[in-house]
């Protein structure tokens, strides 16, 4: 995770009626909406029950209850899984694991545990390679952090998650959404902005813009972040902005709607509107 801010919510409590739940679970276990790229396939477990045999073999080890997904590609399998433990009173619960898994070898490698797995699309974060992005929770009846991440595969080393988390290698990626910031938790007034920005004739990047008032003070606070791929090294890319480069980020950001192509989070917010009732054109 590269977080610019980080904190949690509770979720003491919460209560998920049938259709939402019916919602999560959905999100959840399907495949992403786009295709998948040249060379990926999502596993059919009835047609391809060797490819499972293998992955299964290859999870032995491991604690989890059921596997959910499985793209494969040459010899790796990128593998979702969740583990259940006997006292759930629902799926929503789960906890889900993601794996590379090695067909030839049988080597399994964990990339991320976390909860209410979303799988999104493939993005495009260098103009030869797509990789498939994620929304979680790092957390389930804590206080969680949304982090979106991207799972990249190496012909070589096979599949890893974009963003590491040096201090918690199990929750790689961008923290998008923090719920514990703000009244009553903190002393301040938060609006919280995140977006996936995919140009049709560019590579894809990630913005975050965490906007704060201290409600003694008045002062204002804001972090802006842009997270990228270095075209070059194919490198994770991880920057703060300031003056200028964050207005234009920042407007930017408010421009993008919410879709499975393009995730993004808080444009309706007091933070956005006012900035867009100012300047209604994003920058290029």
Known sequence: MVPIFDAHYKRAGMRINLVAFLLVLLAISAPAHGQPPAGFHWVDFKREFATVQK?????????????????????FALVTAVRRESWQTTPAEDQWLVYSVSTQSGDARKLLIGYDLQIKDWFGFTLKDKDLGVIYLDCDEC?????????????????????ANEKS??????????????????????????????????????????????????KISDDVGMYSVDPS?????????????????????????????SPAMGQSTRTCKGLLSVKRNPPR
């Open 55 to 75: 992955v299964e073999q290859a999870l032995k080890g491991e604690e989890y209850t059921a596997v959910r997904e499985i793209v494969l590609a040459d010899g």
């Open 169 to 218: 290698p199990d929750h790689p990626g961008i923290t998008l959404r923090v719920t514990d910031v703000g009244d009553p938790y903190t002393n301040e007034d938060v609006d919280q902005v995140f977006a996936v920005i995919t140009p049709k004739n560019g590579v894809a990047s990630i913005g975050t813009w965490y906007h704060s008032r201290d409600l003694a003070t008045g």
């Open 233 to 261: 090294t194919g490198r994770d890319k991880s920057i703060v902005l300031t003056g200028p480069k964050a207005k234009e980020w920042e407007l930017r950001l408010c421009h993008v709607k919410d879709s499975w192509l």
């Open 143 to 163: 206080e969680p952090a949304s982090l979106f991440t991207a799972l990249h595969y190496d012909p070589r080393e096979g599949w890893r998650a974009r963003w």
